[in-house]
């Protein structure tokens, strides 16, 4: 026969496993519920002497941010503008390697910002941008809600807001290890390109070197004239 205490302690494992599982499940779906905030992060490449816009409709009161950041090409910077539905220019930077901005929609409307290469003649650039428009919504809303949130329920709250940090760093250093493997190629090919230069100098140089020195020990044939008295 079984002992009571194991039997217990078999019951307690299994609602613990239980709980896990279950918090487990809930955690996942909130994670794939959507909610009304959005964001677009788009990763394009701008030609030389060129010019991409790009559109969002928001609502009056709105909080956005804007974040880009060159990844390749030339010296890593572009211009970028923003304008309201009216045309009017809410931020202007020119030659801008990376930045944020954060601004409030004051009317509703379709807003546009735009990323300029045009100063550029020879090289593409590579840019990245992440476009947040509005607040993500809480996991558990507190309308309509009478109690405090449960322990479990914490406890998911917490492990979001700790996934969407790693996240936002996982983005952060994904975007810093393609800018240093874009500098290292880069850097490789210009290396590259100085070899093959230093070795066609060197070899022009000695087969010179060689000439030279044969100059100074070949026979110098002289012929003499008899001049008649």
């Known amino acids: 026969m079984p002992r009571p205490g194991s039997a217990q302690r078999w019951a307690s494992a299994v609602g613990r496993w239980g709980c896990r599982l279950l918090a487990l499940l809930l955690l996942l779906l909130l994670l794939l519920v959507p909610g009304p905030g959005g964001a677009s992060e788009i990763t394009f490449e701008l030609p030389d002497n060129a010019k991409q816009c790009f559109y969002e409709d928001i609502a ?13 090409g030339g010296h890593y910077d572009v211009d970028c503008r923003l304008e309201d539905p009216d045309g009017k220019v809410l931020y202007k930077e020119m030659k801008k390697q990376y930045d944020s901005f954060t601004f409030t929609a004051s009317k509703n409307g379709t807003y546009k910002f735009c990323f ?10 590579t840019v990245y941008f992440d476009f947040q428009v509005g607040e993500d919504p809480p996991l558990f809303p507190s309308e309509n ?55 066609l100098i060197l070899l022009v140089v000695s087969i010179g070197q060689v000439f030279l020195l044969k100059s100074f020990f070949s026979d110098k044939r002289t012929t003499t004239t008899r001049v008649g008295s």
Do not use: P
């Open 145 to 199: 809600r009478v109690s405090a949130l449960t322990q479990m329920e914490s406890a998911c709250v917490s492990i979001h807001e700790a996934l969407k940090s790693v996240i936002d760093y996982q983005t952060h250093f994904r975007l810093r290890e393609a800018q240093g493997r874009s500098r290292a190629e880069d850097l490789n090919t210009r290396v590259a390109y100085w070899s093959v230069g230093e070795a």
């Open 60 to 72: 009056q009161g709105t909080k956005c941010t804007l974040e880009f950041q060159v990844i390749t």
């Open 116 to 125: 300029s290469n045009e100063f550029s003649t020879f090289t593409h650039k």
